[in-house]
């Protein structure tokens, strides 16, 4: 912008200078003022001088007006009006001051080279108006045709070097093209249609002013048809009258258009405020029909609101990375370009759009400069603070992103975010209800599955705690009553949470319940275990387990542990605590003829008053407020604490100092414990 400025400063400065030393050369080479000079360098060094004050000055207006952002087209209007005023105003200033000095041929040639001065800044401002006017929702026609016309306006300014009278053959043939094109293009009144009916009103006010200004100087440039002097002729200037017949024909269009539209004004204010209330209500109710649905939607609006070339619509998902992008007449490996362009220029689109007027104007465009793009609008999909995704316009030709449109665009934006936010909250929701239903579902199948009962006989007692977390895990316990005084008792955990574990556990109990009753030797039944659950479980499924072999007659027990917790036997006579942990592999994580040699079983010889304690991996690792993990010590010390207690009496004592431990700590896996003891 500040470069821009320097640049309008500096065609201000030239084209003031320029005009200076004109009217300097102009009265300085006037001998007595009289118009008998003669036509050689003077005339073409006058040329020269008027030319360049006409470019400068046209330049001048196009920065000026090319980067005005006012608050609509009404103001653009007042701002041309105003400028138009002034140029009358210093005509008919000039006037006055020739009536007080006199009407000498010094006051003639003032006036006449004010009156040119007027028309100049007239013909120059209006013409940039008129062109912010027509390039409204420009197409890519409309704007080579306006490329096309402004060249020829700048070389009708080189054609005064040819000093062609109005009566010239060469005068018409020269300014009909100028013409024509004129006037095909003062057919593109899309601005109209966007105005209210106040805004149509003072714009209709405006560009009659405008229409009666620019009749007041083409009276001028007739009287002065027989005024010649050096380097300036207004009645044949080729420029000059090229845009003031535009200028004429365009306002006088535009008014009729403007006025024809009035009684309709009201009705359309009307249905385009039901419209925006429509997509206001939609934006907090509407769902939307599926969320790549309301993708393509929301390119289809945005790229046909700007008849943009390309759309890429980028989707960010709950974990904020783009999940998905879209691309519609761009290929994914342009779009990778722009992606580093974006990057090197600090592209930032986390809470407002951004557009860029001309691409080529920006830093680190070697990679794009190819392609056919010129101008985009990038606008980032927001709701309630939370980036969902971003949508990218791209046109091949420049400014071709309105204010207007542009805040029309912003509400499919915002509605389409809305859409897209609430079918994920929709889409979280049923998949949370799903979940609770399973999990809801497994807790009942899991309740059917474990032991309503242990064993309390002559023989042997033993208690379970079993407490489960929110989500359903693993854990599973199971005993046997065998023959000749044996028991077995099974304790592991399955790996997964919900209807998975519920499943493998069902499964666990189905292979146990039938192999216990012909195969009592530990190993053989772990090995026959393991080859069983390798064809059910699934790949990355594993199941941890201990199983007891009690034999009461003899007081002996054997074991095997695959991969579980080690158990602890507090020793009655020793007053010691002694670790069972034989060796072992979780079963389902070898599935071969391998897995036997992992397997070992240990014979423990058991006493009376001997307590013995397995449990699952949730007992060690259930935590405090201070993330302190219980801990194989706690239970140790546990255990040779309440040495004297029945299983029956342990359970509820641990379960109150596990409880007191974890305080007000959530679940976060299966608690279970068993506690036995031989009578």
Known sequence: MNKKHNIRKLYASLSIGTFVLFLAFIFFSSEDFSYNISRSSSQFLANVLLTCFTITCLLFFKITIGTFDGDGFTDLLWKSFLTSLATVVLVFFSIFLVSIFGLNIKAQIFV?????????????????????????????????????????????????????????????????????????????????????????????????????????????????????????SLSNNLFLISLLVFIGFYAIVSLLVLLFNLPTTSVFEQKFSEVL??????????????????????????????????????????????????????TMEDYALFQ??????SLNLKKEYVVIDDILTKRHVRNIENLPFLSLLAIPLINYGEQLGTIYLFSEIKSAFEKQMIEIVLTYVNQASTSISNYRLLKNAVENARYHEEVE???????????????????????????????????????????????????????????SA???????????????????NPEEFMIKANKALSICLEKSSFITLTLLIFDTKNYTLNYVRAGHCPGILYQHTTKKIIELNAAGLGLGIMRNDTFQKFVHKEEIALHWGDILMFFTDGIVEAQNSDSEAFGYERVSLFLEKNSSKNPHELTTLFLAELNNFCGSEILNDDYTAIFIRLK
């Open 112 to 232: 006449y080279y004010i009156s040119y001065t007027a028309i100049i800044l007239f013909v120059n401002a209006n013409f940039y108006v008129f062109k912010k006017m027509i390039l409204y929702q420009k197409t890519k026609e409309t704007a080579n045709l306006w490329q096309i016309f402004e060249i020829l306006i700048y070389i009708s300014i080189a054609l005064n070097f040819l000093q062609i009278s109005n009566k010239d053959i060469l005068f018409p043939l020269a300014i009909i093209p100028v013409l024509v094109m004129g006037l095909i293009l003062t057919l593109n009144l899309k601005w109209i249609a966007y105005l209210n009916f106040k805004q149509k009103i003072k714009a209709s006010l405006f560009l009659f002013m405008l229409f009666f200004f620019n009749s007041v100087f083409v009276f001028i440039a007739i009287q002065s048809d027989d005024f010649q002097t050096i380097g300036a």
């Open 340 to 345: 580093v362009f974006f990057k090197k220029n």
């Open 441 to 499: 579902i497994a807790k009942k199948v899991k309740s059917n599955l474990l032991p309503t009962k242990t064993i309390d006989n002559e023989d042997i007692e033993f208690d379970v705690i079993y407490q489960s977390a929110d989500d359903v895990g693993g854990d599973y316990f199971d005993f046997s009553i065998l023959e000749n005084n044996m028991y077995a008792i099974v304790i592991g955990d399955v790996s997964g949470k919900g209807s």
């Open 502 to 520: 519920a499943f493998n556990m069902a499964t666990l109990k189905g292979i146990f319940q039938s192999l216990i009753l012909t195969e009592k």
């Open 277 to 330: 209330n429509l997509q206001r209500i939609s934006n907090t109710t509407q769902i939307g029909k599926t969320e790549d649905e309301v993708y393509e939607l929301l390119i289809d609006s945005c790229s046909g609101t700007f008849m943009s070339q390309a759309t890429v619509l980028e989707i960010i998902d709950d974990n904020k990375i783009v999940s998905k992008t879209i691309y519609r007449n761009m």
